[in-house]
């Protein structure tokens, strides 16, 4: 099973921007459904999580901002960004973790100008 991001963009500082993130194929197991982001010359940080429950968390820094949701029909996980900020501008990966693996897509970059 693949994950593949939607393409990320160039987008003015307030602006918005929706992710989303597919799957190829059914994963069982599934236990949550992650974004993460990773600045030049930064580490990779969790950004949003969505459990099977459908209990939502997001970093502080997002917090109020960014809204994680999915669409199991679909087998698809959304960020919708909102009043975006110079300081998300990075490469953002969904993952997936189940019971039994952990999938990571290719990572798309959203650029955010001041």
């Known amino acids: 099973v693949q994950l593949q991001a939607s393409r990320g963009g160039l987008v003015q500082a307030g602006g918005s921007l929706r992710l989303s993130c597919g799957a190829s194929?059914?994963?069982?197991?599934?236990?949550?459904r992650r974004w993460y982001r990773q600045a030049p010359g930064k580490e990779r940080e969790w950004v949003a999580s969505?459990?099977?429950?459908?209990?939502?968390n997001y970093a502080d820094s997002v917090k109020g901002r960014f809204t994680i949701s999915r669409d199991i029909a679909k087998k698809t996980v959304y960020l919708q960004m909102n009043n975006l900020e110079p300081e998300d501008t990075a490469v953002y990966f969904c993952?997936?973790?189940?019971?039994?693996?952990?999938?990571w897509g290719q990572g798309t970059q959203v650029t955010v100008s001041s």
């Open positions: 194929g059914s994963i069982n197991g599934i236990k949550a």
């Open positions: 969505i459990l099977t429950s459908g209990l939502t």
């Open positions: 993952n997936i973790v189940s019971v039994y693996n952990d999938y």
